[in-house]
């Protein structure tokens, strides 16, 4: 059974599970209260960053428009442009065996495509959640589900993978921004 996080906490994944090699991060959401005419396009992407808490280089910014890290540490598995139907949205893969040792954490994010023009917001957004699995047995490990707490907000990040002490943990962060994928570029030092 999956263990279940509330924002804010921390487990081990590779502590009492040190087999653990490869990880699929599951991204999922609903839409509601919206009749603007425009589809909700919510994009899931990957931050692999360094000690000081951003990118290396800009080739460690996964998303759609670069579906895969140089490394093959990481692999987005493809945009779905209306995240229409049931379970996983979009999917993230992870390879714990070949992240770069320059990387320190992995951080999870979804933003809405296009939302000032479409005056979309996170507001409009329920049953959001991020969840990690164990790829190679299909288990479910951990959920965080997001909860109703945002308004305003464009993009989120989700939550994180993280180096401590030779093992790897999740932190459910679930931290709204505003400015979308181009403001939490910038925050994370992508040249956009």
Same mark, same amino acid.
Not at 24 to 47: E, H, M, P, S, V
Not at 115 to 128: L, M, P, S
């Given at each position: 059974?999956a263990?279940s996080?509330?924002? $804010?906490? +921390?487990?081990?994944?590779?502590?009492?599970?040190?087999?653990?090699?490869?990880l &699929?991060?599951?991204?999922?959401?609903?839409?509601? +209260?919206?009749? $603007?005419?425009? @589809? *909700?396009?919510?994009?899931? !992407?990957? *931050?692999? &960053?360094?000690?000081?808490?951003?990118?290396?280089? @800009?080739?460690?910014?996964? *998303?759609?428009n670069?579906?895969?890290?140089k490394s093959? !540490?990481?692999?987005h598995?493809g945009?779905?442009l209306t995240? !229409?139907?049931?379970?996983?949205?979009?999917?993230? +893969?992870?390879?714990?065996? +070949?992240v770069?040792?320059?990387?320190?954490?992995?951080? #999870?994010?979804?933003?809405i495509?296009? !939302?000032?023009?479409?005056?979309?917001?996170?507001?409009?957004?329920?049953?959001?959640?991020?969840?990690?699995?164990?790829?190679?047995?299909g288990?479910e490990l951990?959920?965080?589900?997001?909860?109703?707490? #945002?308004?305003?907000?464009?993009?989120?990040?989700? $939550?994180?993978?993280?180096?401590?002490?030779?093992?790897?943990?999740?932190?459910?962060?679930?931290?709204?921004?505003?400015?979308?994928?181009?403001?939490?570029?910038?925050?994370? $030092?992508?040249?956009?």
């Amino acid at each position: 059974m999956a263990i279940s996080l509330q924002k $804010g906490q +921390k487990v081990d994944l590779t502590k009492g599970n040190p087999s653990l090699k490869k990880l &699929l991060i599951g991204l999922g959401w609903d839409t509601n +209260k919206y009749d $603007g005419g425009y @589809d *909700f396009d919510l994009d899931a !992407a990957a *931050f692999l &960053l360094g000690a000081s808490g951003k990118v290396n280089s @800009d080739d460690d910014f996964v *998303f759609y428009n670069n579906l895969k890290h140089k490394s093959g !540490a990481v692999e987005h598995m493809g945009d779905n442009l209306t995240g !229409a139907g049931e379970g996983d949205d979009e999917e993230i +893969k992870v390879d714990l065996s +070949k992240v770069p040792a320059n990387v320190e954490k992995i951080d #999870f994010t979804v933003t809405i495509y296009d !939302a000032d023009t479409r005056k979309q917001k996170f507001g409009q957004v329920e049953n959001a959640y991020i969840r990690v699995v164990d790829d190679e047995t299909g288990r479910e490990l951990i959920r965080y589900d997001l909860g109703e707490d #945002f308004s305003i907000e464009t993009a989120v990040v989700v $939550g994180e993978i993280y180096r401590n002490k030779g093992e790897w943990k999740f932190n459910a962060i679930g931290s709204g921004w505003s400015g979308g994928l181009a403001a939490l570029g910038r925050n994370y $030092g992508v040249n956009v």
